[in-house]
C-alpha cells in the first residue's frame, strides 16, 4: 500500500519573498524588503543641478532594514538622470518620477525640473556666447554657483553678484534676470553686449550697482529701471543708448553716480532728477537739448560734465554759484 502522501502547495515568486523556517523548535521569519521611503517625499530642482536624495527600506513588519542595496531609475532619463541616489538633471525642463527598486519592494517621487537662477545663468551663458569667454570657469556644471566664475552667493546660495567685465561677453542680455531675486551687484562692462536692456531689469528689487558701460547696448533707457529702490550706482556710459533719459530714474533715492555719457540720447534733463543726491552726473556726449534745469540746485555734486551736448547752464545767479560748488564740472553756459 502507497504512503499517503500530503499535497505540498506551490510556492508562487510573489510569497517565496517571505519564508518561515523552523529552527531550534522557533519559527524565525525572515526580513525581506517591503516598502521604501524615499525623502524628500516630492522635488523640484533647477537646470543642471544635482541633490542626494535618501531612501529608509522597512521588511513586512515595519522594521527598517539597514544596508540594503537600492536600485535607482527615472521615467525619463533625459530630464532627470540618477546614479547611486544622487540625482543630475539635464538642461531640459519637465517632471518626471523617480524609483528606488529592492526586489519587489519599489518607491518612487515625482521630480520637476523648473528654470531658477540657475537655469538663468546658463541662459545668459548661451545667450553672450560662453564659449568664447576670456574665463568660463565652472559654468554649466553642476558645481555650486558660488564656483562659477563671477559669481558671488550668499549662505544660503542665492546669486548676489554678477561680475563679467572685460570677458569676451559677445550677445544679447536674455529676458528673466528678475529671476536672480537677490541679485545686488550687476557688471557687464568692457564686453561686446549688444541689444536692449531687459525692462524685466526693473524687478530686481535688491540691486544695488548696475554697470553696461563700454559695450554696444542699444534702444532706450528703461523707464523701470526706476523702480529699483535700493540702486545707488548706474553706470550706461560708452553704449549705443537712444530717446530721452527718462523722468522715472527720479525715483532713485539711493542713486549716487549716474553715468549716460556717449551714447545718443536726446532731449531735455529731466528736472525731476533735481531730488536725487548725485555726487556725479555723467551726461557729456550726447544729443541732449536745452537749459540744465534750476532744479539741480542744491544736488550734492562732486562730479559733473555735460560737454558736447546742446545743452547750458543757466546765468541765473543762484545756479552759477552752486555750479562753482561742484569740484569737477565741465559743460558751458548759455549765452543769455
Known sequence: MKPNRQAVPRVSDAMALVFVALVGGCWTETSVPTTITISPSSVTMDLVEELQLTTVVADQNG???TGITVTWSSDVDSIVSVTDGKLVTSVVAGQTRVHATVGAATGSVIVTVTPGPRGWLLKAYGALD????????HWGTTAPLQFWHGVTTDAD???TGLRLSDNGLNGSIPSGIGILASLQH?????NLVSGSIPSDLGT?????HLDLSQNLVSGSIPSDLGSLPDLGYLNLDSNELTGPIPGELSYLRRLRYLALGSNHLTGPLPPELGVLRLQALLI???GLSGRLP???????LQSFNWEHTGLCAPLDDAFQEWLLSVFTRSGRNCTS
Open 157 to 159: 546660495g542665492n546669486v
Open 63 to 65: 522594521q527598517v532594514m
Open 204 to 208: 530686481s528689487a535688491n540691486l544695488q
Open 294 to 300: 534750476l532744479a539741480l540746485i542744491g544736488m550734492p
Open 130 to 137: 560662453g564659449l568664447g569667454w576670456t574665463n568660463r570657469a
Open 284 to 286: 557729456n556726449d550726447n
Open 186 to 190: 550687476l557688471d557687464l562692462s568692457q
